[in-house]
């Protein structure tokens, strides 16, 4: 077993013990931003399929080295408009939806041969004016339009909570962010997704509902490339 496999491994066992009993498991989607192609190669050898990047361009250059590999790809970065076409031509998630402008380009973008493009509606669950997302109080209009849009389906939430230096209040966010969650869950039986938790606090995450982490640095460790704009 290669040395990407075992850290893959460790990091698998430490998202299974930190899932309550009884749960159907939490996904690990891999957060491959600054990091070659080879890297994401070696750990799809690994059984890893599910990758995010920031990105739009570095990831379909990423893309273009891995084709013929089986990879679900993720953008969990903030989307500009003039991206639109690119992610819904090019990718199977969109984990970080914010406005309402953008949910028009996405679905009438989206190839009709293709399943319809995943979404999850970031919320800028601390208000930082550093941060993207919506308001809480905007997730039920973008959910509607989303619903409303062929070509796209409705899958949930993505948050990046404020780095507290205090676990109890990165905690706090969390358990928000499930409130949301259970609360959209019940208006739309098609959501299953709450993205949450990084390499840093990602067992506190589970603990608070999340059903996806993003790791990146604990899985692949420190960025090796330079990131482009988006």
Partial sequence: MTAHCVTLEAMRAR?????????SGVR?????????AAAIRELVRCGQRA????????AL???????????QWHIVGPLQSNKCRDVAQHFDWLESLDRAKLVPLLGAARPPGRPPL??????????????????P????ELARRVVATPGLVLRGLMAIPAPHPDPSMRIASFRRMSRHF?????RHPC?????MGMSEDFEEAIACGATEVRIGTALFGPRHQMEPAP
């Fill in 15 to 23: 998202i299974r013990s930190a899932s309550p009993a009884g749960t």
């Fill in 28 to 36: 690990l989607l891999a957060v491959s931003k600054g990091q070659p």
């Fill in 51 to 58: 990758f995010g990047e920031n990105y739009v361009q570095e």
């Fill in 61 to 71: 250059a990423k893309q273009r080295e891995l084709a013929g590999v089986e990879v």
């Fill in 118 to 135: 995943n979404v999850l509606i970031q919320v800028n669950i601390d208000d930082e004016s550093s941060k993207h997302g919506c308001n």
């Fill in 137 to 140: 109080s905007q997730i039920d």
């Fill in 182 to 186: 259970e609360a959209l869950r019940a």
């Fill in 191 to 195: 959501v299953d997704t709450l993205s």
